[in-house]
């Protein structure tokens, strides 16, 4: 069981930045493919960054060049640095691990909201 803790959510004008955090229990968190997730009320989640072991990033095109997913193993640690940022980045963001690197995210986090107002 891996549980997963975001933080770093709030609110932030258009062409701000935010730095989203998440903390994961296990041992062996440095071996996971992490994701972050988005999803707005009334649509589906929507992928928008992955890295792998041990340091490939994949984004979604719509964050690619503004967004910067990163980790720290030493602290079991997830990182989403979103730059320019845009009313459309709204959402409730997910982090996600898939310990087993399956392909499907295993685990979930509770959340943590972002608002980028106009």
């Keep these: 069981q891996v549980q997963l803790t975001e933080s770093g959510g709030g609110w932030v004008q258009t062409g701000g930045s935010l730095r989203l955090s998440c903390t994961a229990s296990g041992r062996t968190f440095g071996t996971y493919v992490m994701r972050w997730f988005r999803q707005v009320p009334g649509k589906e989640r929507e992928f928008v960054a992955a890295i792998y072991t041990p340091s490939s990033t994949a984004y979604a095109d719509s964050?690619?060049?503004?967004?910067?997913?990163?980790?720290?193993?030493?602290?079991?640690?997830?990182?989403?640095?979103?730059?320019?940022?845009?009313?459309?980045?709204?959402?409730?963001?997910?982090?996600?691990?898939d310990p087993h690197r399956t392909g499907t995210s295993a685990y979930w986090g509770q959340g943590t909201q972002v608002t980028v107002s106009s």
Aim: aromatic share 12%; with cysteine.
């Design 63 to 97: 964050v690619k060049g503004r967004f910067t997913i990163s980790r720290n193993n030493a602290k079991n640690t997830l990182y989403l640095q979103m730059n320019d940022l845009k009313p459309e980045d709204t959402a409730v963001y997910y982090c996600a691990a």
